[in-house]
């Protein structure tokens, strides 16, 4: 078996017990506002010692002043005045500016930081919903996002490349994602490499699983699977049962259907039928008609043929069929296969 579809674009891989399938994964909702590249925090995160010199210079020219008319230290005022430029002030006073400027610096730097983080978060998110109705302003938003070191909106922003068939840059980004420990980045690196790099396959979806990410666990069973690996394929299936993953409870009754054991398959096939996976309504289906419950196999596959199962569709068209509703037989035949014909009985000979 092969694994489903990719996580990151839209839905994880989908896939049933023969099915295969990939897609990215990435959440997508909508708005059409633009964003400018600018950031919306008012302080500059530099300030040099320069900016403040000449406000000292001008402090210290003031109290010299205030000596000249006769206040305190009168004295020096008999002396002719120089001009500013000529008197450089007192050692402290620019050691102080200089202490002043770079606690300064220091909560600038403290407190710009985060603002910008949570700024980058922010421009993510609308990215997100920007996604499906403009993705050239959702990549916008995710590259301004990337900048600042978000590693969701670099996994995000690997996803809108792949889409679009840079698989180069994506692989760049879902790397440098999966540097910092996400988890969703490791499983599109496994998914991009299938077909090509087997041993890369199985590492990524390995360490994507081992990070807890459903999907990856069940893309790791489904591989370990293909490749004759079943006890361990059936442990990655249980673990991402018990995420709730139903295409693993469809796949995980599959491997207990070919060892024979029916009772463990049919309540696998029958929980993730009623969490609404197709796959599994036809599998439980073909379970009870084959053990003679034709009315409840009809009624699972009648449930995945209109859920757009098309292996449902047939089954329930020869279902109907073999009861005589011909009618709505040759209606499902034709949604399943549009070439379909119906056989044509050749008279007997007398």
Known sequence: MSPGPLAGGKAVAQRGAERPGRELRCVAVQDDRRL??????GLSPQVSLGDGVDEGRARVSEWTDGEADGEPGGEVAAQPLRRDDELPPPRWAHDRLEASLRRLNDVLRRWYRPAERGHARAVHILGKKLEERDAGKAEECFRWAARTGDTDAIADLGVITAVRGDLSEAKGLFVQAARSGHARAMY???VLSEGVDAERTEEWYRRSAEAGF??????????LEAHDQLEEAEEWYREAVGAGHTHAMNNLGAVLQRRRELRGAELWYRRAAQAGNTDAMNNLGSLLERRGETDPA?????RAAEGGDVRGMSNLAAALDQRGETDEGEHWHRLADPSWTPRRVRPRRR
């Open 188 to 190: 599109n690196l496994g």
């Open 36 to 41: 400018g590249r600018g950031r919306d925090v």
């Open 298 to 302: 009809v009624r699972w596959y009648r």
């Open 214 to 223: 459903a999907d990856a666990m069940y893309n790791l069973g489904v591989h």
